[in-house]
């Protein structure tokens, strides 16, 4: 859908063993989706503990999405959660989770070693996925609409 102009960095994180010290390490899977919508509102509301940022995000990702590997430029496919994670090799593939694993940065920022607070520090718009809605109204309409806080 070439009505969407905007491109995200989309970061999932997973756990992996390091084969030379066999310890779980922290890696994340960076995807670029280009010809998204990215609706960003900025705000703040009051709760007991004084005002707060309320910044929310609706991304919308066309099924038909160029989606490609951050740092090898290689096509991914989506996958559902289960999928991507029973994979044996995820590589080849994207997804989205409310399970705190997901996050998304407005542009292009390509970091696969840096977590979320490194991200947060060095850009605008990074945005923790909070709610994914399947769009599958058919056509040019299908998509997935992501909330992100």
């Known amino acids: 859908m070439d009505m969407f102009p905007h491109t995200v960095t989309l970061y999932h994180e997973l756990t992996e063993t390091d084969p030379a010290t066999f310890q779980d390490v922290t890696v994340h899977a ?34 038909d999405v160029e989606a490609v590997d951050g740092v090898t430029g290689v096509s991914k496919r989506y996958a559902g959660a289960a999928e991507f994670r029973n994979a044996d090799d995820p590589s080849g593939l994207w997804t989205l989770t409310v399970d705190g694993k997901t996050f998304f940065v407005r542009g292009e920022a390509v970091h696969p070693d840096w977590d979320a607070q ?32």
């Open 118 to 149: 490194k991200l947060e520090a060095a850009y605008d718009g990074v945005y923790n996925v909070t709610n994914v809605d399947f769009k599958d109204f058919g056509g040019e309409m299908r998509h997935w609409e992501v909330g992100g806080a």
């Open 30 to 63: 960076v995807t670029l989706l280009r010809g998204v919508l990215l609706d960003a509102a900025k705000g703040s509301h009051v709760t007991k503990s004084g005002l707060e940022g309320a910044d929310t995000v609706n991304l919308y990702i066309p099924f």
